[in-house]
């Protein structure tokens, strides 16, 4: 979906809904194409603009979805269009809900562990019939590597979530691709977590109006640093469009 994506701050975003990005990744997969799927938000955007490597991975992904309120609420301030919001996590559990309907197999790699095993039991509880063929966790040695990619080439997955934080999943993935082979793969960041029940998401009525980022401060308080990218995020695209 290249040919079609919008400008925020040097970093292309798809202008997809949610139906699209699922429907994109079914088609990969009946294709067996590998593809990476990037999940776009503000903090991201502001590393991209930082780390070549990232802005690089972000530029070859097969998808970057306008995951994150400053994307969108950006976008708007640029006269760019971009329909919605297709978050990281709601697209996984569409994707989740496809694989249990269409008998696709899906692979949790990331988080701590025992995370991703809980959020397996999670996932097959809700989504009935749902192949999850293999479970890593991400906290394995440069020296683990090679293992780690042979057990999810020999599961052969149809869909590979990678929960191991920006910028290492988008990094990760764009360097294996080719060699794991798997048509759909999404770094997925906190999803396992949440999935587990570790971590709750904000209140629908929060995501609704763009304060998600408020709740997951309130409830992890470390993650100031990292969120002083949104205000930085604000400034410099307040700054570029007044610089034409």
Not at 97 to 122: D, I, S, Y
Not at 169 to 184: A, D, M, S, T
């Amino acid at each position: 979906m290249n040919k079609n994506r919008v400008e925020i701050l040097g970093v292309g975003i798809d202008p997809v809904t949610m139906n699209e990005a699922v429907a994109f990744c079914e088609k990969q997969i009946v294709s067996r194409v590998p593809a990476e799927i990037i999940t776009a938000n503000a903090e991201m955007i502001m590393q991209a603009n930082t780390n070549p490597q990232l802005l690089k991975a972000m530029l070859n992904a097969a998808l970057v979805i306008p995951d994150g309120a400053g994307v969108i609420l950006a976008a708007k301030y640029f006269g760019l269009a971009i329909p919605e919001r297709v978050a990281g996590y709601d697209l996984s559990q569409e994707l989740l809900k496809l694989a249990a309907k269409k008998n696709f197999r899906v692979f949790f790699l990331g988080a701590a562990p025992g995370v991703a095993n809980q959020a397996k039991t999670a996932a097959e509880a809700k989504y009935a019939g749902l192949q999850i063929v293999g479970v890593e966790n991400g906290y394995f040695a440069p020296n683990e590597q090679e293992a780690v990619i042979e057990a999810v080439t020999k599961a052969q997955p149809d869909i590979l979530l990678v929960a191991l934080g920006v910028p290492r999943q988008e990094l990760w993935l764009e360097e294996h691709l080719q060699v794991l082979g798997v048509p759909v793969c999404i770094g997925v960041g906190g999803t396992f977590d949440v999935m587990a029940g570790i971590v709750k998401r904000a209140p629908l009525w929060m995501q609704r109006i763009h304060l998600e980022w408020a709740y997951r401060l309130i409830m992890q308080p470390w993650r100031i640093i990292r969120m002083m990218n949104l205000p930085k995020f604000a400034f410099k695209v307040l700054i570029s469009k007044l610089n034409g």
